[in-house]
């Protein structure tokens, strides 16, 4: 009898472990009765595999820098899926990342969906990190061939610290890693938030608030 009462809670206990959600690979997934009136899956369809062609699982292009003249002096060149349908459930992707000399910033922002590991490959940055609360800033230093890791879904940035260009690599763990740019989402998305809101949460003047909103509402 106790022999059972021990197979029945390890039943129960993997029961538990195994029953949890799938990771998203989208902001949302709305729920919907009527499976006619569905237009996305928590993904990609995918193709038939006997259909499947050496270019579903390839991509060209990584050894072209990015263009870096814009307003913060970077580039992101993204493989995720949409860009390489081989990546649909395989939980990957990969970036390079080009950055201008003096300057050129990957500014702070967050992948929602994965952990980032990036390795310089040219040039000298200042990369880091913010924890969850109570916050602690983690940085350092990276010189060519030098790595470092992003955990998921916090603040993150990297800034070219030196007088030339700077080119590093990264794998996230998503084949959809997402991307929210916190100056982007906060000052400039395309319904404002009120002002006032932003003014009190950020401890600045309104009129601050409303100038920044206006520099980033076409950005």
């Known amino acids: 009898m106790k022999a059972f009462h021990f197979l029945l809670l390890l039943a129960l206990a993997f029961s538990f472990a195994s029953a949890f959600d799938p990771s998203h690979l989208q902001d949302f997934c709305v729920a919907i009765s009527d499976p006619r009136n569905a237009a996305f899956v928590n993904g990609k369809f995918c193709k038939n595999p006997n259909l499947a062609v050496a270019g579903d699982f390839s ?3 990584l050894n072209i820098p990015g263009n870096t003249a814009n307003r913060v002096g970077s580039n992101v060149t993204l493989v995720n899926v949409d860009v390489l349908p081989g990546l649909n459930t395989l ?3 990969l970036a390079r990342l080009d950055y201008a000399p003096n300057g050129g910033l990957n500014p702070p922002h967050i992948h929602p969906r994965g952990t980032e590991i990036l390795v310089v490959v ?3 940055l200042h990369v880091g990190f913010v924890t969850s609360n109570p916050n602690r800033f983690i940085s350092k230093v990276l010189y060519p061939g030098d790595v470092f890791v992003f955990p998921i879904g916090l ?5 070219n610290i030196a007088k030339t260009k700077a080119v590093a690599f990264a794998g996230l763990s998503s084949q959809n890693p997402g991307v929210i740019t916190m100056a982007d989402a906060i000052f400039g998305p395309d319904l404002p938030i009120n002002p006032d809101v932003l003014a009190k949460a950020f401890q600045l003047d309104k009129d601050v608030v409303e100038k920044l909103q206006k520099l980033l509402e076409n950005a």
């Open 91 to 93: 939980g990957i992707s």
């Open 155 to 159: 603040i993150h940035f990297q800034f």
């Open 122 to 124: 040219e040039g000298t």
């Open 59 to 61: 991509f060209s292009g």
